[in-house]
């Protein structure tokens, strides 16, 4: 996947980078405005984070140009402000997502899949890791042919492992893709725990082996050793 | 009191005063007149008397005292005097009125060819009680008419002179700093007022402009922290890729969730600026029923993991005329406030009628004072992981809707009441 990341901040750049790269993603980036505007007039890629405020113009801007030649590539919009007329405004323009700061980079990372499923729609629907199949058009997970009776959550759990496979996933992060800012105010995350739990089960119950290791005192790891 | 009536008060009670001296004066000087004039009459009578007897004209009758028309004396004497007058005042025996009356008397001594004659003559003073009384009806009657004439100058100055003061007193009274409008000056035609209305623009604007900057700044600072925070969060998660000990991720995860309350407390602090920077003022009906609903499903999980019972009695179809945003975050954490301060296995109550928004939910008591739990940073549990602005927050959105807010705590029972009141009127 070739991915291009408008962001002027260098440290909060290479973070993503680095994450991304580790996925085998193919990184470009660009600093400011110009920068922005010729890779984007010049390049196709897959999908384009853009922060809004840059040097030289708008990351609003750069999203007006881009989906003006090439409308079919996924966006996330990166911004410091919560502020909600951005977030509209964003959208209306035809971003895919909206991301605030600070993020977190497994979230950073399963929202480019989602915008990059959404908008590839070409049979990678079914998302493969051996056994367990995950189907994102029907919500559907299968292990070796066998579908498995998941609840949302517990899907949503699959499907975030899936996309951060072999990442280290803390309780917290967790938490917070599954439930957004509501897990905010709460202090015990042991629901967390109850999730996985039960999805381990199922998932075993179905005949999978067990990705989903527990990093002590952090959090969880979907561990795929000989992945495809 | 009024500053008009303290003026009559101050203008009357000087206007009594001096009243009061003039009377005092009126007397003498009316005395003094009155005295010199029969004085002078006397003196003339004497004159013609003396005048007629130098014509050769004889009083046979000398005159004594009972003549009540002229109370004329004349008397030639033996021997020869000098001529000599003497005013005196005497009491008089009144015959009609029973009592002795002031009199003045005028003697003189005249030589007319030879002989000495005495002349004397008395009259009624004016008596001191008649002028006394003539004085002070005067005096109250000016009194009255200037009594008259403050109160009616009063209403005319506190009416109409005042009226520029009390519209920049009512205006002064209207202003919101938060309105960010200074009170602009208006012309008068007294120097005064002008002098005033322009030091209350001058202040005004000075007080809004330092307030927005200080907005400004809180909510620019809110937005600068967050890239740093975003860095500081991936490096944490970067490093939690490489190869740590456990004792390492403890670490690690530790300074996760202290970045993670330092984004969640700079979130909520620009949130408030926002909210107080009246960045959400359109308003649109929001139907509060089904938001309570809607959001008591989605903290359904929580509620359950927490061993909570949730008794809900809403009235159906609440309409509220709020931002839906501030509608939304204003329940939201009403709801989780609830459900963080609960006990094991505790209730949460919530009841909605069209005025009035009732959450209670059981829990400790607080160790605080119940006055300081709307303010900043005001935690019940200093131990807790929150942040201590959720109640700061909701009591931003009632007061800028115009709700009020109330907490009440009894039998281990946290009561949160807002009302709706500007709803209704």
């Known amino acids: 996947m070739k991915l291009l990341i408008i962001e002027d901040n260098e440290d909060l750049l290479q973070n993503i980078r680095t994450y991304l790269k580790r996925e085998g993603y193919i990184c470009e980036y660009a600093r400011d405005y110009k920068q922005a505007f010729d890779k984007v007039m ?8 853009i922060d809004i405020m840059i040097p030289g113009g708008s990351g609003l801007q750069v999203l007006r140009e881009l989906k003006s030649v090439n409308p079919q590539t996924g966006t996330i919009i990166i911004s410091a402000k919560n502020a909600l007329d951005e977030k ?24 480019i899949k989602a915008v990059n499923r959404r908008n590839q729609r070409d049979g990678r629907e079914i998302i493969n890791v051996n056994e367990i199949a995950i189907n994102t058009d029907t919500m559907e997970v299968t292990v070796n042919d066998t579908p498995v009776d998941l609840t949302p959550k517990e899907y949503d759990l699959i499907l975030y492992f899936a996309s951060n496979k072999n990442h280290v996933l803390s309780k917290q992060t967790i938490a917070e893709h599954l439930w957004g800012d509501y897990v905010d105010h709460l202090t015990n995350l042991d629901f967390v725990y109850q999730h996985i739990k039960n999805l381990r089960k199922k998932l075993e119950q179905a005949g999978a082996r067990n990705y989903i290791e527990s990093v002590y005192g952090i959090g969880y790891k979907f561990k795929v050793t000989n992945h495809a | 009191m009024k500053l008009i009536n303290k003026f009559i008060s101050i203008y009357l009670v000087v206007t009594v005063i001096v009243l009061g001296i003039g009377g005092y004066i009126s007397y003498f000087v009316i005395k003094g007149e009155l005295d010199n004039e029969l004085k002078w009459r006397f003196m ?32 030639p004497l033996p021997v020869n005097r000098e001529p000599e007058t003497i005013i005196e005042d005497t009491l008089v025996w009144h015959d009609r009125l029973q ?48 009594v008259i004439g403050a109160i009616g100058v009063g209403v005319i100055v506190s009416g109409r002179l005042f009226k520029p003061f009390r519209e920049t007193l009512d205006r002064i009274r209207q202003f919101n700093i938060q309105n960010k409008e200074p009170i602009l000056a208006t012309e008068t035609n007294v120097k005064e007022f002008d002098d005033l209305n322009r030091f209350v623009e001058e202040m ?4 809004v402009a330092d307030y927005k900057n200080l907005k400004e700044f809180a909510e620019n600072a809110s937005h600068e922290l967050q890239t740093p925070l975003s860095i500081t969060k991936g490096k944490m998660e970067l490093l939690t890729e490489t190869d740590l000990t456990p004792e390492q991720y403890q670490y690690v995860e530790a300074s996760q969730r202290a970045i993670k309350k330092l984004s969640r407390l700079s979130e909520s ?19 509060l029923t089904d938001l309570i ?11 359950k993991l927490n061993g909570l019972h949730v008794e809900t009695n809403l009235e159906e179809d609440v309409i509220l005329n709020i931002h839906p945003v501030l509608a939304d975050i204003m329940w939201t954490n009403l709801f989780q406030n609830a459900i963080k301060h609960n006990v094991e296995k505790g209730e949460i109550r919530i009841t909605l009628t069209p005025t009035e928004l009732e959450i209670r939910n059981t829990g400790k008591p607080l160790n605080i004072d119940p006055n300081t739990l709307f303010k900043r940073f005001k935690k019940a549990d200093h131990g807790m992981d929150s942040i201590g602005l959720g109640l700061s927050i909701i009591k931003q959105i009632a007061d800028q809707n115009g709700y009020t807010i109330a907490y009440d705590y009894r039998d281990n029972w946290h009561t949160i009441t807002i009302t709706f009141a500007s709803e209704q009127s």
């Open chain 2, 204 to 207: 005004t604007r000075k007080a």
């Open chain 2, 44 to 75: 003339d009578r004497i004159d013609r008397v003396t005048h007629l007897l130098q014509q050769g004209k004889h009083f046979h009758h000398p005159k004594t005292r009972g003549d009540d028309d002229r109370n004329l004396v004349i008397q």
């Open chain 1, 42 to 49: 010049s390049y196709t890629y897959d999908v384009v984070l």
């Open chain 2, 293 to 303: 609903r809607q959001s008591t499903t989605s903290f359904d999980e929580f509620i």
């Open chain 2, 269 to 287: 602090l620009a949130l408030l600026t926002k909210i107080e920077n009246h960045e959400f003022t359109s308003k649109d009906e929001v139907n």
């Open chain 2, 99 to 146: 009592q002795m009356e002031p009199n003045l008397k005028v003697s003189a001594y005249r030589t007319v060819e030879d002989t000495t004659y005495f002349i004397s003559t008395y009259g009624a003073l004016v008596e001191t009680d008649d002028i006394t009384e003539a004085v002070v009806q005067i005096l109250l009657w000016i009194l009255g008419l200037q």
């Open chain 1, 88 to 111: 509209v405004k964003g959208l209306e323009l035809g971003a895919d997502d909206y991301i605030t700061k600070p993020f977190q980079l497994p979230e950073l990372h399963a929202r």
